[in-house]
């Protein structure tokens, strides 16, 4: 499964143990798109009518019942090292058509394997629904520890339920310490999930986004040192 490959090439710096709001340079990012899934940064409005400029993931519907094959899309920010503090976003999808979607925060990305890297992910099709508890999902993505494995060996642990929806954009904060993640979900004040076992340990990686269809927006990282 090929990644969409968004780069930012401008930002070669670390940024460890500082706080760093991430622009939407255009200028500063380079594209690789998946050939059923395409990206661009642009203005997302959502049903409400909120509105911000984004990244935007897209997938070719006809292409994707062709091949059968649901290929997510990666962001992250080469030099961007991250290992302990807080991320923040807001992510919203689908716009068009409302459809089952996927939109997560990576981190601790390896720089030498991309693939790999923890995920918090958001299933806003499930929320209200007797799925309710299926909304939130943690992966280590290229690790054993995919969706299914983790739901079939210990199920309710990483996953749970968050009140979001498609088409609406919603703020996530991930507060990251050691091998704990603790995800909030707009203003609340208690996390939706805690998962106090990362199954890469504590280590540093890049920051971004992951998922499919669906746009990502406001990316916030305050690194902060042990």
């Known amino acids: 499964m090929k990644n969409i490959l968004l780069l930012l090439s401008a930002l070669a710096t670390s940024f460890v143990a500082c706080a760093a709001d991430i622009p939407l340079d255009p200028a500063r990012w380079h594209l690789e798109m998946n050939p059923r899934t395409n990206a661009k940064i642009e203005a997302v409005t959502d049903k409400n009518g909120v509105t911000h400029r984004a990244i ?28 302990n503090g807080t991320i923040e976003a807001d992510l919203v999808g689908p ?13 601790r990305i390896d ?8 995920l918090i992910y958001f299933r806003p099709f499930n929320s209200g629904t007797p799925r309710h508890l299926h909304t939130v999902q943690y992966v280590a993505t290229d690790t054993i520890y995919d969706w299914p494995y983790l739901r079939e060996k210990f199920p309710g642990v990483y996953e749970g339920g968050a009140n979001i929806a498609n088409n609406v954009w919603f703020h996530a904060r991930l507060e990251i310490d050691g091998t704990t993640v603790q995800v909030f979900v707009n203003d609340g004040k208690e996390p939706v999930l805690v998962v106090k076992d990362l199954k890469l340990g504590d280590r540093s990686g890049l920051v971004g986004f992951w998922g499919y269809p669906g746009a990502f927006a406001n990316l916030k990282v305050t690194a902060r040192g042990k």
Do not use: C, M, S, W
């Open 111 to 118: 720089p030498k394997n991309t693939k790999q890297h923890e």
């Open 95 to 107: 716009i068009e058509p409302e459809d089952r979607t996927f939109v997560g925060i990576a981190f």
């Open 56 to 83: 935007h993931f897209r997938v070719d519907y006809q292409k994707l019942e062709e091949t059968k094959d649901y290929p997510p899309g990666t962001v992250f920010v080469p030099g961007l090292l991250f290992q």
